[in-house]
């Protein structure tokens, strides 16, 4: 596992902003998608969303400024606009609840896995390409099934590709999932009890 270099800056940064704002267009979206209906502002934000989910990752490695803070909002901002995503589409009879229930249950599996981490000194489950990847199909998913929610050939054709980057992205969710099980009996099988180490990339 490559070692990486600490945080740099506190928790006032540009990217820490930029995150902070992420998470404040939670409750925005959701309110949007239930209440008013408001499919188009809802869009919107999500794609607001993602955009700033990327910037965030770019201007922290441009401008230097890793912080401990970032490593944690980052990704918690992406996993509460996947369960917001996901409850707020189900509740609308846009997608079954099977999904809105799947991922959620793969994040709580997971946080399932770091107590067990502990017991060898690291604090954090490994991120890898994968699943990076599947939390980037599902990010397009969400917003293409929105929009599909409607009638005419923009709307049928969101709907197609909207479902094959949710399908693509519930698979390399789970088995990202997989592989991160995986990773952790291997280190619970060659690492003994410790305290006070990060799990790094693998």
């Known amino acids: 596992m490559a070692e990486h270099d600490p945080p740099t800056h506190g928790a006032w940064t540009l990217p820490n902003l930029l995150s902070g704002l992420r998470l404040l267009g939670v409750p925005l979206f959701l309110w949007l998608v239930l209440v008013p209906e408001a499919d188009e ?3 919107l934000l999500l794609v607001v969303s993602g955009l700033t989910d990327w910037l965030d990752g770019w201007l922290a490695r441009r401008l230097n400024q890793t912080s ?3 490593q944690v909002l980052d990704p918690v901002a992406d996993r509460l606009y996947i369960l917001a995503v996901v409850l707020g ?3 609308r009879d846009i997608i079954p609840w099977w999904m809105a229930v799947s991922l959620p249950l793969r994040d709580a599996l997971m946080w399932l896995l ?3 981490l502990r017991t060898r000194g690291y604090s954090a489950l490994p991120v890898h390409f994968l699943g990076k990847a599947a939390t980037a199909c599902l990010l397009y998913a969400f917003p293409l099934l929105l929009l599909g929610d409607g009638e005419g050939v923009v709307a049928e054709l969101s709907l197609v590709l909207g479902w094959a980057f949710a399908f693509w992205g519930i698979g390399l969710y789970w088995w990202a999932g997989v592989l991160y099980t995986w990773q952790v009996r291997r280190l619970l099988a060659t690492t003994e009890r410790r305290r006070g180490r990060d799990l790094s990339d693998a």
């Open 114 to 116: 770091v107590p067990i």
């Open 89 to 91: 589409l189900a509740l």
């Open 41 to 43: 502002w809802a869009l």
């Open 68 to 70: 401990l803070l970032g």
